[in-house]
């Protein structure tokens, strides 16, 4: 089945770096999002992206659709010890069904106060 | 102001048994979502409905029954458990209306299969 790549898996930063990470498919996607799961809880979606080159902010969380469409990127700036958590980018294609939401495998933050 | 709802919230069987988790939400949402989560994996679908007495196979429905006999509540069987079946499941619904990926998930149901 369809897969996305997510990149880093992990990262380790100082409070107060600014964060990147990012999401590629081999498929082009109609809708990019992102969301973020705390330890024990259920994933809460962050930010979604509809059409291409869209750029959307939410508050210190800045998201890309990018524009060949396979891909989109998350920043996070000025990180604080609450974004921990699991990331996760989501994806569904031109076509899918209502089930047809594909999640990337994460990337996990860790920040250092 | 509950959203989702997930019961049990850990659960404990031995290989073989049957159990039911129970998803309830209370926004009148149409379409409702059973997911595993695997350490290292993202999410992926077991099964899905898009409304009351409808379900569907997402991409991993094997080993597992579902049935939305009320619109608030989405149920995951499993008949025969097996030790692949270990995982966190969640729930998850979606308005009508709303767009793709806005989906309210519930905490999780922790299950272990000896």
């Known amino acids: 089945g369809q897969q996305l790549n997510q990149s880093p898996q992990s990262m380790f930063i100082q409070e107060g770096e600014d964060v990147s990470m990012n999401c590629t498919s081999s498929?082009?996607?109609?809708?990019w999002l992102w969301y973020k799961q705390d330890p024990g809880e259920g994933p809460v979606l962050l930010i979604a992206?509809?059409?291409?080159?869209e750029l959307t902010s939410n508050g210190r969380l800045t998201a890309q659709f990018g524009i060949t469409r396979k891909d989109s990127f998350l920043n996070i700036s000025a990180s604080i010890p609450s974004d921990v958590g699991i990331y996760f980018c989501?994806?569904?294609?031109?076509?899918?069904?209502?089930?047809?939401?594909?999640f990337g495998k994460g990337t996990k933050l860790s920040v250092k106060p | 102001n509950a959203g989702v709802t997930q019961t049990p919230k850990f659960r404990v069987l031995k290989t073989g048994q049957s159990m039911t988790l129970l998803c309830a939400q209370d926004?009148?949402?149409?379409?409702m979502y059973w997911y595993r989560q695997d350490p290292g994996m993202g999410l992926r679908l077991i099964h899905y409905s898009v409304g009351e007495g409808t379900t569907a196979k997402g991409e991993v429905p094997d080993g597992y029954n579902v049935s939305r006999l009320k619109k608030q509540n989405f149920l995951l069987g499993l008949e025969s458990a097996a030790p692949s079946q270990t995982s966190v499941y969640f729930c998850?619904?979606?308005?009508?209306?709303?767009?793709?990926?806005?989906?309210?998930f519930g905490e999780g149901s922790r299950l272990t299969v000896l």
């Open positions: 998850a619904s979606k308005g009508e209306g709303a767009k793709t990926g806005e989906l309210f």
């Open positions: 992206l509809y059409k291409a080159g």
């Open positions: 498929s082009i996607f109609n809708t």
């Open positions: 926004m009148n949402h149409e379409y």
């Open positions: 989501a994806g569904r294609n031109y076509g899918g069904s209502q089930g047809n939401l594909i």
